[in-house]
C-alpha cells in the first residue's frame, strides 16, 4: 500500500520568514495531495491541495509544489505568522483506492514572535 | 449550520465495555470516513463508507465495528476487543471520490 513520510517532524521559524514541509509517497499512482492544518483539540482542515496533473498551486502566503517523478511533493509558507502555528499533515491517495488518504506523520510548526 | 457533527466530545471506557462515537453530517455527502490518531502521529483509517448500507475495513480496523444505514449517519463502536483504544477519533466525509475530505472535530476515547 501507500507510505507517506513526512519531515521535519517539528520546525521552530521566526515569525515573517518561510517554512517548508516535505513529504515522499511510495505509490506512483496516487494522483491527489491534499495539506491539513490541525489545531489543539481541532479536527484537520484542509489548507490547500494539488492534483497530479499540476506542478504548482498558490493560495496567498501557501503554495504547494509536486514533483511526481521523484514523488515527493512540498508546502511553502512565506510570511509566517504566530497564528500558522499548529500541526501540518499531507496526504496522498488514488481515485483508484476510493479516495482513501493516507497520512505523512506531521509536522508541528512554531512561529516565534 | 451545515457540517460534520462528532459526539461525545471526550468518552471513557470501562474494561469489557463497548462504546459508540456518533458522527453525523448534513452536507449530503455519500463517502464517510473514520480515523484514529495517535499523539504526535497521524491518522490511520479505520473504516470508510461511499454509500448506504456499504463500508469497508481501513488499515486498521480489528475491534472496530461501524453501520451505515443512513446517508447522514456513519456510528463508530468500539468494542472490548480493541485492546488499545486510548486515541483521538476523527470521522470525515467527501461529496464523492474526486472532492477533498473535511473532518469534525473528533472524541477523544479514554480508558477508566
Known amino acids: 500500500g501507500e507510505n507517506v513520510e513526512q519531515h521535519p517532524s517539528t520546525l521552530s521559524v521566526q515569525e515573517g520568514d518561510s517554512a517548508v514541509i516535505k513529504c515522499t509517497y511510495s505509490d506512483s499512482a496516487s494522483n491527489y495531495f491534499p495539506w491539513y492544518k490541525q489545531e489543539l483539540g481541532k479536527g484537520p482542515q484542509l489548507i490547500i491541495d494539488?492534483?497530479?496533473?499540476?506542478g504548482e498551486k498558490k493560495d496567498q502566503r501557501i503554495a504547494v509544489t509536486l514533483n511526481k517523478t521523484a514523488k515527493h511533493f512540498s508546502l511553502h509558507i512565506t510570511e509566517t505568522q504566530p497564528e500558522d502555528s499548529a500541526v501540518y499533515f499531507c496526504?496522498?491517495?488514488?481515485?483508484?483506492?476510493?479516495?482513501?488518504?493516507?497520512f505523512g506523520g506531521g509536522t508541528r510548526v512554531l512561529v516565534k514572535p | 449550520d451545515g457540517g460534520i457533527t462528532q459526539s461525545p466530545k471526550y468518552l471513557f471506557r470501562k474494561e469489557g465495555q463497548n462504546v459508540t462515537l456518533s458522527c453525523e453530517q448534513n452536507?449530503?455527502?455519500?463517502?464517510m470516513y473514520w480515523y484514529r490518531q495517535d499523539p504526535g502521529q497521524g491518522l490511520r483509517l479505520i473504516y470508510y463508507s461511499q454509500i448506504v448500507n456499504d463500508f469497508q475495513k481501513g488499515d486498521i480496523a480489528e475491534g472496530y465495528s461501524v453501520s451505515r444505514e443512513k446517508k447522514e449517519s456513519f456510528p463508530l463502536t468500539v468494542t472490548s476487543a480493541q485492546k488499545n483504544p486510548t486515541a483521538f477519533y476523527l470521522c470525515?466525509?467527501?461529496?464523492?471520490?474526486?472532492?477533498?475530505?473535511?473532518f469534525g472535530d473528533g472524541t477523544r476515547l479514554s480508558i477508566l
Open positions: 452536507l449530503n455527502h455519500d463517502a
Open positions: 496526504a496522498a491517495s488514488k481515485r483508484a483506492a476510493g479516495n482513501k488518504l493516507t
Open positions: 470525515a466525509t467527501t461529496p464523492d471520490r474526486g472532492q477533498p475530505q473535511h
Open positions: 494539488i492534483r497530479s496533473n499540476v
